[in-house]
């Protein structure tokens, strides 16, 4: 048998309940994501929950951003350890996955999509205009991201060099 939530008597204060807020207003980019550099994937990204040191908001399984694309520009193929899942907020969203993201399908404002663990994945905004989309990452740690041969050598070539494979 599952547990139930007791009712309790917990009734934190307007400020304590204040201080689990990340106002969109007081959230910057974050710059840490070397793969936003490579053409094509120019994108802004605000971290909104995860770990202390990076987000503005603790959370202990889960992480969540906000991301930005301009009219065809996306996150490229890249694999997490964890699942991760996107909501479309505004305009029209490729998902694509598979070894060299041969696959696809297309999302829709508030169209949910969860992508397994250990399935290469990539996002791309095919709106003709600026859209938003949530980024959710399971896990304590999803940022050990690996990308495929592909996207390293498109990375080199713009000069940068991401990360070694964990």
């Not at 996002?123 to 989309?133: C, G, K, P, T, Y």
């Amino acid at each position: 048998m599952s547990a139930t939530a007791p009712i309790t008597d917990a009734n934190p204060t307007v400020e304590e309940m204040e201080a689990r807020v990340a106002r969109f207003a007081a959230l910057r980019p974050t710059d840490d994501y070397v793969d936003a550099r490579i053409p094509g994937s120019e994108r802004t990204t605000y971290r909104v929950l995860g770990n202390a040191a990076d987000a503005p908001l603790a959370a202990g399984d889960f992480h969540l951003n906000l991301v930005r694309c301009a009219p065809g520009k996306s996150a490229p193929l890249h694999n997490h350890l964890t699942q991760e899942v996107f909501i479309a907020l505004t305009g029209t969203w490729e998902v694509f996955w598979g070894p060299q993201g041969e696959r696809s399908l297309v999302l829709e404002r508030w169209d949910t999509v969860s992508v397994p663990p250990g399935v290469s994945r990539g996002f791309r905004n095919v709106s003709a205009e600026d859209a938003w989309l949530i980024g959710i990452a399971g896990g304590n740690d999803p940022g050990n991201i690996n990308w495929p041969e592909s996207v390293r050598a498109a990375a080199r070539a713009a000069g940068l060099e991401l990360p070694a494979a964990p």
